[in-house]
Protein backbone atom coordinates (compact mmCIF):
# COMPACT_ATOMS: atom_id res chain seq x y z
CA UNK A 1 0.00 0.00 0.00
CA UNK A 2 1.29 3.59 -1.41
CA UNK A 3 1.70 6.19 1.40
CA UNK A 4 -0.77 8.12 0.33
CA UNK A 5 -3.38 5.20 0.19
CA UNK A 6 -2.29 4.28 3.78
CA UNK A 7 -2.73 8.09 4.70
CA UNK A 8 -5.96 8.25 3.35
CA UNK A 9 -7.37 4.82 5.10
CA UNK A 10 -6.04 6.19 8.47
CA UNK A 11 -7.98 9.59 7.98
CA UNK A 12 -11.09 7.32 7.03
CA UNK A 13 -9.94 5.07 9.94
CA UNK A 14 -9.62 8.15 12.66
CA UNK A 15 -12.98 9.89 11.48
CA UNK A 16 -15.08 6.92 11.97
CA UNK A 17 -15.97 8.35 15.78
CA UNK A 18 -16.46 11.94 16.05
CA UNK A 19 -14.94 13.31 19.07
CA UNK A 20 -18.45 13.95 20.91
CA UNK A 21 -16.57 14.65 24.50
CA UNK A 22 -14.75 17.55 23.24
CA UNK A 23 -17.92 18.31 21.29
CA UNK A 24 -20.27 18.35 23.82
CA UNK A 25 -18.06 19.87 26.86
CA UNK A 26 -15.59 22.21 24.78
CA UNK A 27 -12.62 21.00 26.90
CA UNK A 28 -9.54 20.81 25.28
CA UNK A 29 -7.63 18.38 26.12
CA UNK A 30 -4.93 18.63 29.51
CA UNK A 31 -1.59 19.87 29.18
CA UNK A 32 1.42 19.79 31.24
CA UNK A 33 4.38 22.10 30.99
CA UNK A 34 7.64 20.24 30.65
CA UNK A 35 11.31 21.49 30.96
CA UNK A 36 13.21 21.52 27.90
CA UNK A 37 15.79 19.15 29.81
CA UNK A 38 12.84 16.36 30.93
CA UNK A 39 11.32 16.71 27.51
CA UNK A 40 14.51 15.50 26.12
CA UNK A 41 14.89 12.70 28.22
CA UNK A 42 11.28 11.29 27.42
CA UNK A 43 11.39 8.30 25.12
CA UNK A 44 10.10 9.48 21.63
CA UNK A 45 6.55 7.74 20.29
CA UNK A 46 5.11 8.19 17.07
CA UNK A 47 2.22 10.02 16.75
CA UNK A 48 -1.25 8.67 16.66
CA UNK A 49 -2.34 8.72 13.07
CA UNK A 50 -5.66 10.86 14.58
CA UNK A 51 -3.30 13.79 15.20
CA UNK A 52 -3.25 14.29 11.46
CA UNK A 53 -7.61 14.54 11.51
CA UNK A 54 -7.99 17.55 13.63
CA UNK A 55 -12.07 17.29 15.20
CA UNK A 56 -11.35 13.44 15.13
CA UNK A 57 -10.25 10.91 17.63
CA UNK A 58 -8.26 8.09 16.79
CA UNK A 59 -11.01 5.18 17.02
CA UNK A 60 -9.77 1.34 18.17
CA UNK A 61 -13.21 0.40 16.59
CA UNK A 62 -14.03 -3.22 15.25
CA UNK A 63 -14.11 -4.05 11.80
CA UNK A 64 -17.27 -3.14 10.01
CA UNK A 65 -19.83 -5.58 9.39
CA UNK A 66 -19.20 -6.72 5.64
CA UNK A 67 -22.66 -6.08 3.65
CA UNK A 68 -24.19 -8.65 2.60
CA UNK A 69 -25.41 -9.46 -0.70
CA UNK B 1 -47.79 -7.71 -8.78
CA UNK B 2 -45.60 -4.32 -9.73
CA UNK B 3 -44.43 -4.03 -13.27
CA UNK B 4 -41.44 -2.44 -12.19
CA UNK B 5 -38.76 -5.02 -12.41
CA UNK B 6 -35.37 -2.81 -10.98
CA UNK B 7 -35.84 0.46 -8.22
CA UNK B 8 -32.76 1.93 -8.05
CA UNK B 9 -31.88 4.77 -5.50
CA UNK B 10 -29.07 7.18 -5.20
CA UNK B 11 -28.18 8.87 -2.07
CA UNK B 12 -25.17 10.98 -0.53
CA UNK B 13 -25.56 12.91 2.49
CA UNK B 14 -22.99 14.98 1.31
CA UNK B 15 -23.55 17.44 -1.69
CA UNK B 16 -21.38 17.86 -4.84
CA UNK B 17 -20.78 13.95 -4.95
CA UNK B 18 -22.82 13.49 -8.49
CA UNK B 19 -25.30 12.03 -7.26
CA UNK B 20 -27.87 13.91 -9.58
CA UNK B 21 -25.55 13.57 -12.38
CA UNK B 22 -25.43 9.91 -11.93
CA UNK B 23 -29.18 9.58 -11.15
CA UNK B 24 -29.90 11.39 -14.68
CA UNK B 25 -27.57 9.82 -16.74
CA UNK B 26 -28.39 6.30 -14.97
CA UNK B 27 -31.83 7.14 -15.98
CA UNK B 28 -31.31 8.10 -19.42
CA UNK B 29 -28.89 5.00 -19.97
CA UNK B 30 -32.00 2.63 -18.91
CA UNK B 31 -34.50 4.40 -20.99
CA UNK B 32 -32.47 2.93 -23.57
CA UNK B 33 -33.36 -0.52 -22.07
CA UNK B 34 -37.30 -0.01 -21.37
CA UNK B 35 -39.55 2.25 -19.61
CA UNK B 36 -38.07 4.56 -16.82
CA UNK B 37 -40.06 6.66 -14.40
CA UNK B 38 -37.03 9.42 -11.96
CA UNK B 39 -38.30 10.54 -9.10
CA UNK B 40 -36.35 13.48 -7.78
CA UNK B 41 -36.50 13.60 -3.63
CA UNK B 42 -33.79 16.24 -3.48
CA UNK B 43 -35.04 19.57 -2.48
CA UNK B 44 -32.36 20.90 -5.11
CA UNK B 45 -35.02 19.94 -7.69
CA UNK B 46 -32.05 19.33 -10.06
CA UNK B 47 -32.92 16.04 -11.85
CA UNK B 48 -36.24 17.59 -12.62
CA UNK B 49 -34.94 20.76 -13.94
CA UNK B 50 -32.34 18.66 -16.31
CA UNK B 51 -35.52 16.36 -17.33
CA UNK B 52 -37.78 19.27 -18.41
CA UNK B 53 -34.72 20.21 -20.06
CA UNK B 54 -34.47 17.12 -22.33
CA UNK B 55 -38.02 17.11 -22.46
CA UNK B 56 -37.97 20.63 -24.40
CA UNK B 57 -35.60 19.53 -26.46
CA UNK B 58 -36.87 16.71 -27.32
CA UNK B 59 -33.91 14.42 -26.79
CA UNK B 60 -33.48 10.93 -27.08
CA UNK B 61 -35.32 8.19 -24.73
CA UNK B 62 -35.89 10.25 -21.30
CA UNK B 63 -37.49 9.17 -18.09
CA UNK B 64 -40.49 10.49 -17.09
CA UNK B 65 -40.37 12.40 -13.81
CA UNK B 66 -42.72 10.93 -11.15
CA UNK B 67 -43.60 12.77 -7.82
CA UNK B 68 -43.63 11.04 -4.23
CA UNK B 69 -46.78 9.53 -3.72
CA UNK B 70 -49.15 10.15 -1.35
CA UNK B 71 -49.96 8.38 1.80
CA UNK B 72 -47.78 4.92 1.79
CA UNK B 73 -45.80 3.67 -0.79
CA UNK B 74 -47.27 0.18 -2.32
CA UNK B 75 -47.59 -2.06 -5.36
CA UNK B 76 -49.94 0.82 -6.93
CA UNK B 77 -47.44 3.46 -6.67
CA UNK B 78 -45.40 1.51 -8.96
CA UNK B 79 -48.60 0.74 -10.87
CA UNK B 80 -48.79 4.37 -11.03
CA UNK B 81 -45.75 5.08 -12.25
CA UNK B 82 -45.89 1.75 -14.82
CA UNK B 83 -42.45 1.75 -16.09
CA UNK B 84 -40.17 -1.06 -15.85
CA UNK B 85 -37.46 0.79 -13.87
CA UNK B 86 -37.78 3.50 -11.57
CA UNK B 87 -34.59 6.05 -10.42
CA UNK B 88 -34.78 8.04 -7.05
CA UNK B 89 -32.87 11.08 -6.85
CA UNK B 90 -32.80 10.96 -3.14
CA UNK B 91 -32.37 14.21 -0.75
CA UNK B 92 -28.72 14.62 0.35
CA UNK B 93 -29.76 14.02 4.12
CA UNK B 94 -29.28 10.30 4.76
CA UNK B 95 -32.11 11.29 8.31
CA UNK B 96 -34.90 12.25 5.63
CA UNK B 97 -38.25 10.47 6.71
CA UNK B 98 -38.85 10.22 2.53
CA UNK B 99 -35.50 8.34 2.30
CA UNK B 100 -35.87 5.76 4.89
CA UNK B 101 -39.36 5.30 3.24
CA UNK B 102 -37.53 5.34 -0.45
CA UNK B 103 -35.05 2.85 0.92
CA UNK B 104 -37.46 0.53 2.40
CA UNK B 105 -38.93 0.03 -1.39
CA UNK B 106 -35.41 0.14 -3.68
CA UNK B 107 -33.52 -3.21 -5.08
CA UNK B 108 -30.13 -1.29 -5.47
CA UNK B 109 -28.99 1.79 -3.41
CA UNK B 110 -25.80 3.64 -4.93
CA UNK B 111 -23.52 6.07 -3.14
CA UNK B 112 -21.49 7.98 -5.49
CA UNK B 113 -18.03 8.79 -3.60
CA UNK B 114 -15.51 11.69 -4.55
CA UNK B 115 -12.04 10.70 -4.27
CA UNK B 116 -11.68 13.36 -1.32
CA UNK B 117 -10.69 12.67 2.05
CA UNK B 118 -13.59 15.11 3.51
CA UNK B 119 -16.30 13.16 1.36
CA UNK B 120 -15.09 9.94 2.88
CA UNK B 121 -15.06 11.22 6.73
CA UNK B 122 -18.82 12.45 6.12
CA UNK B 123 -19.55 8.53 4.97
CA UNK B 124 -19.55 7.00 8.45
CA UNK B 125 -23.19 8.20 9.75
CA UNK B 126 -24.38 7.48 6.01
CA UNK B 127 -23.11 3.55 6.10
CA UNK B 128 -25.15 3.31 9.72
CA UNK B 129 -28.33 4.47 7.72
CA UNK B 130 -27.51 1.98 5.04
CA UNK B 131 -27.17 -0.44 7.33
CA UNK B 132 -30.82 0.44 8.66
CA UNK B 133 -32.53 0.45 5.19
CA UNK B 134 -30.92 -2.58 5.29
CA UNK B 135 -32.30 -3.94 8.35
CA UNK B 136 -36.10 -2.63 6.78
CA UNK B 137 -35.33 -3.83 3.71
CA UNK B 138 -33.38 -7.37 3.23
CA UNK B 139 -33.68 -7.47 -0.85
CA UNK B 140 -31.49 -3.92 -0.47
CA UNK B 141 -28.20 -3.94 -2.60
CA UNK B 142 -25.93 -1.53 -1.93
CA UNK B 143 -22.63 -0.25 -4.03
CA UNK B 144 -20.21 2.56 -3.50
CA UNK B 145 -19.33 3.90 -6.79
CA UNK B 146 -16.32 6.21 -6.95
CA UNK B 147 -17.27 9.80 -8.80
CA UNK B 148 -15.19 12.22 -10.52
CA UNK B 149 -11.97 10.05 -10.62
CA UNK B 150 -9.05 12.05 -12.02
CA UNK B 151 -6.51 9.35 -13.44
CA UNK B 152 -2.97 9.65 -12.24
CA UNK B 153 -4.01 11.33 -8.92
CA UNK B 154 -3.23 9.16 -6.12
CA UNK B 155 -5.81 10.20 -4.04
CA UNK B 156 -8.03 8.70 -6.63
CA UNK B 157 -6.23 5.58 -6.64
CA UNK B 158 -6.18 5.44 -3.07
CA UNK B 159 -9.73 5.38 -2.73
CA UNK B 160 -10.64 1.73 -3.76
CA UNK B 161 -8.52 0.75 -0.71
CA UNK B 162 -9.87 3.46 1.49
CA UNK B 163 -13.39 2.59 0.49
CA UNK B 164 -13.21 -1.07 2.18
CA UNK B 165 -13.11 0.15 5.71
CA UNK B 166 -16.61 0.82 5.16
CA UNK B 167 -17.75 -2.05 4.81
CA UNK B 168 -19.91 -1.86 1.79
CA UNK B 169 -18.88 -3.12 -1.70
CA UNK B 170 -17.61 -0.77 -4.20
CA UNK B 171 -18.28 -1.13 -8.26
CA UNK B 172 -15.37 -2.38 -10.32
CA UNK B 173 -16.71 0.72 -12.27
CA UNK B 174 -15.52 3.82 -11.73
CA UNK B 175 -16.91 7.62 -13.14
CA UNK B 176 -14.18 9.50 -13.79
CA UNK B 177 -14.65 13.43 -13.98
CA UNK B 178 -15.69 14.17 -17.15
CA UNK B 179 -16.78 17.32 -19.76
CA UNK B 180 -19.18 15.32 -20.88
CA UNK B 181 -20.88 15.21 -17.82
CA UNK B 182 -21.24 18.86 -17.60
CA UNK B 183 -21.56 19.52 -20.69
CA UNK B 184 -25.03 17.19 -21.11
CA UNK B 185 -26.28 19.29 -18.10
CA UNK B 186 -25.64 22.42 -19.57
CA UNK B 187 -26.98 21.60 -23.00
CA UNK B 188 -30.15 19.59 -21.31
CA UNK B 189 -29.55 16.29 -22.63
CA UNK B 190 -27.77 13.19 -21.40
CA UNK B 191 -24.37 11.70 -22.23
CA UNK B 192 -25.61 9.68 -24.90
CA UNK B 193 -27.04 12.73 -27.41
CA UNK B 194 -23.49 13.82 -27.26
CA UNK B 195 -22.46 11.31 -29.70
CA UNK B 196 -18.56 11.20 -29.53
CA UNK B 197 -17.83 13.65 -27.23
CA UNK B 198 -20.03 11.69 -25.23
CA UNK B 199 -18.73 7.80 -25.87
CA UNK B 200 -16.48 7.72 -23.15
CA UNK B 201 -18.80 8.92 -20.58
CA UNK B 202 -21.48 6.51 -21.99
CA UNK B 203 -19.27 3.69 -21.83
CA UNK B 204 -19.16 4.31 -17.99
CA UNK B 205 -22.91 4.69 -17.76
CA UNK B 206 -23.68 1.05 -19.40
CA UNK B 207 -20.71 -0.38 -17.32
CA UNK B 208 -22.60 0.64 -14.49
CA UNK B 209 -25.93 -0.66 -15.73
CA UNK B 210 -24.32 -3.83 -16.47
CA UNK B 211 -23.15 -4.03 -12.73
CA UNK B 212 -26.87 -3.05 -11.80
CA UNK B 213 -29.13 -5.48 -14.25
CA UNK B 214 -26.80 -8.38 -14.18
Given at each position: ????????????????????????????P??T??????????????????????????S?????????? | ?????????????????????????????????????????????S????????????????????????G????????????????????????????A??????D??I???????????????????????????????????????????????????????????A????????????????????????????????????????????
Amino acid sequence: MNDTSSKLTASVRAARKPSTARAATGATPATTTTSPEAAASQPQTAAPSAVATPGFVSSQTQPTAVWPD
Amino acid sequence: MSKTSKRIALLNQKGGTGKTTLAVQIACGLSRKGSVSLMDLDPQGSSTHWLEQMAQREASPAPQLVAWPEGRWSDDTEDMFGTQFLVVDCPPAAADARTAEALAQMDWLIVPMMPSPVDLWASWRLVETLHQARARNPRLKARLVINQAEPGSALSTAMREALTEFGVPAMNTVVRKRAAFRTAALEGVSVYDLGRRGAAAVAEIEAILEELLK
